[in-house]
Each structure stands twice: as structure tokens, then as C-alpha cells.
């Protein structure tokens, strides 16, 4: 995969040779590496997606920020599509409760983390002809929001400019659609926005269409197009837009209710999955599905208890979210239930 030099970070491994810099293939880049690309006027690389990094979550996480402050449009589709082999080949994604009481939280990092996992868990437990395409869903989740980055007035001028005729054929399912909107930004067109610009490169109709629909309700009634999605359930866009949604609404809500509440995240956590589970806004299945890839309190984590007892945490009930299995540091359970006893927090 051919890579901007700009995007570059630590960790990444050579997929070719260059020559004017002596460096192999199967090379690891380091800080140093990189600044003498950047120094040798190098402008692509190309770069390997199937080797890992140390921390596949961390690596992601400095590629989002890149593509975030990224001005160029075009340069930042083509991170997205290196972003979406990354993801799509990782096995070391995973969920992990204390980047919302980091400060370097990104809701962007954690939306496509929690969509490639929910699809890979959807697709082992779903019939074949009802499945999700990975990338597609990656790079759905990666682009869903591009839309509210199109605050540019040079960026609203091309889509006027290539799109305004589109924008009839929209008026037809949008009533109330301002024809106006590439004239002054409205976020909540974001889906709209988004949608041309998927539209603009040529992604599949899956993408375009879960783009566009990320934000509608399982029975119509929202903002944008009103299609309920559960009369698309047999398209592949609406299994993919109900992931987004689902993924976008758990860490916006996770976020503002565990960074605000630190005394006891872990608790509090399972009560908004709770919330979030009975909520008509999502689909009830792919909630409980991703209930059984969040593990809040983790195999091994040291844990305090309402009796003053420290525990550890031996087995985790997806079901149970403030329940887990708990042993005392002599290995002997603790029934927490029989005894009415509560996780106060983890313990250092």
C-alpha cells in the first residue's frame, strides 16, 4: 500500500526497496527512519498492512490523528483505505475501558475499533447470506463522519460543483432539504456531505448508503432521510449503517458518563450498556453482540469490595456486567450475590 511519507509512524515495515535512501524491504521505520524520508524529499512509500505493530489500538490511534488534522482530502481518503487494511488484518484490536480516562481520548479511534470487532463477532454467530463485509464496514466506520470535516469553504465549492444536481433527486426523499447546503455548512447534513464524498471516490453503494444512513432509526422518524432500516434488513448497507449507529451512540454515551463518573467507571459502564440494550434506537441484537466483546472487568484485574476484601477478577459474565466471577487473593471464590457484595472499584 502506497502511503503518504506524512503519515507515516514507528513501527510501520517496508513493503519495497528505496534506493535513494538504502533502505530494504522488511525494514522496521523508526522516528529517526522516517525523518530522513521526510528530509530525502520522499513522498510515498510503499508500506506493508499485514505486519503488526506493538499496539495495534496506539498505532491507530496516531494514523486517526493524521487523518483528522489531514487538509487534503485526497491524501486522507487514501490514509482511510490504509487505515481499513490495518484494522481489517489486525488480531490485536481490543476494548479497553481505560482510553475514556485517558486524555488523549478519540472517538473516532474507538468507533472503528469497536465496528471491526462487532462485525468480526456478528459474522462468526450469523448466517452467511446475512453477513457483514469487513473492510466495507471498516471503511464505513472510518469515513461516517467525514462529512462534518467538510467545513471548508474550497471543500463545499466542489461538491456544489459536482453534486448540485444530485441534490433534486434528494429533495424527493428529503422534504425539507435545504438546497442551499453547500452554500453554508449544517452538520446535520454531515451524513449527506459524507455521502458525496463516498460518492465522489467511487465507494460501494454499501459504504455510500450506510454512510448516509448511520444516524437513522431502526423504524424511521429521524432527522435526515427517515428510512427505517428495518425495512432494509436484508441489504448489506443497513446491516452495516445499524453497526455504525450502534458503535457511534455506545462510545459518545460510555465517554460522557464513565469519564464524568471515574469513582467507579466499571459499574457505571455496565448500567449505560444496560440502557443502551433497551433503547429502540439501536437493534437489540447487535447490542447484546457487543456486549459479549466489552469486557469491563478484565480476567486478572484487582478489585476492591464493599466488605474491604481485595479480589481478583477470574471470569467475566458478558451477561452480568457488575457480577464477574471473584476470588479472594487465596484463589477461593467469592459469591459476591449470596453475600451482597459489590465491586466498589479496581484496587492498585
Known amino acids: 500500500m502506497n502511503l503518504s511519507v506524512k503519515y507515516l509512524i514507528a513501527g510501520m515495515e517496508l513493503a519495497e526497496d528505496i534506493e535513494n535512501v538504502n533502505l530494504l524491504s522488511g525494514e522496521i521505520l523508526d522516528d529517526k527512519l522516517i525523518t530522513t524520508l521526510k528530509e530525502s524529499k520522499v513522498d510515498y512509500v510503499k508500506i506493508k498492512t499485514d505486519s503488526e505493530f506493538d499496539t495495534i489500538n496506539e498505532s491507530i490511534r496516531n494514523l486517526i490523528k493524521s487523518f483528522i ?19 481489517s488484518k489486525s488480531n490485536e484490536l481490543r476494548f479497553n475501558l481505560d482510553i475514556y480516562l ?21 459474522n462468526e454467530i450469523t448466517e452467511k447470506e446475512l453477513q457483514v463485509d469487513l473492510e466495507n464496514t471498516i471503511y464505513a466506520a472510518i469515513l461516517q463522519d467525514i462529512g462534518r470535516r467538510a467545513k471548508k469553504s474550497e471543500t ?30 449544517d452538520s446535520k447534513y454531515h451524513p449527506l456531505y459524507g455521502y458525496f464524498f463516498c460518492k465522489y471516490y467511487k465507494t460501494s453503494d454499501d459504504v455510500k448508503m450506510a454512510v448516509l444512513l448511520h444516524h ?29 449507529k450502534l458503535t457511534d451512540l455506545f462510545d459518545i454515551i460510555i465517554r460522557n458518563n464513565v469519564i464524568n ?24 441484537r447487535l447490542t447484546n453482540i457487543l456486549k459479549t466483546i466489552v469486557p469491563i472487568y478484565q480476567v486478572g484485574m484487582k478489585v476492591l469490595l464493599s466488605d474491604g476484601t481485595i479480589g481478583l477478577v477470574s471470569e467475566n459474565n ?21 453475600e451482597n457484595i459489590i465491586i466498589i472499584k479496581q484496587a492498585n
Open 156 to 185: 463545499l465549492s466542489f461538491l456544489k460543483e459536482n453534486y448540485s444536481n444530485d441534490l433534486v433527486e434528494f429533495k424527493r426523499l428529503i422534504p425539507n432539504l435545504d438546497l442551499g447546503i453547500f452554500d453554508n455548512y
Open 261 to 284: 463518573n471515574p469513582t467507579n467507571p466499571y459499574t457505571n459502564l455496565g448500567r449505560q450498556i444496560d440502557t443502551i440494550v433497551a433503547s429502540s434506537f439501536v437493534n437489540a
Open 318 to 338: 458478558a451477561n452480568e456486567y457488575n457480577n464477574p466471577t471473584v476470588v479472594d487473593l487465596k484463589g477461593k471464590e467469592i459469591d459476591l450475590k449470596e
Open 69 to 87: 488534522e489531514g487538509d487534503n482530502i485526497d491524501e486522507m481518503h487514501d490514509l482511510a483505505i490504509f487505515i481499513t487494511e490495518l484494522v
Open 216 to 244: 437513522e432509526k431502526e423504524s424511521g422518524g429521524n432527522s435526515l432521510i427517515n428510512t427505517p432500516l428495518h425495512e432494509k434488513e436484508n441489504e448489506a448497507y443497513a446491516r452495516i449503517a445499524r453497526i455504525l
Open 102 to 122: 485517558k486524555e488523549d481520548y478519540n472517538h473516532l479511534v474507538n468507533t472503528i475499533i469497536l465496528s471491526s470487532l462487532l462485525a468480526k463477532k456478528y
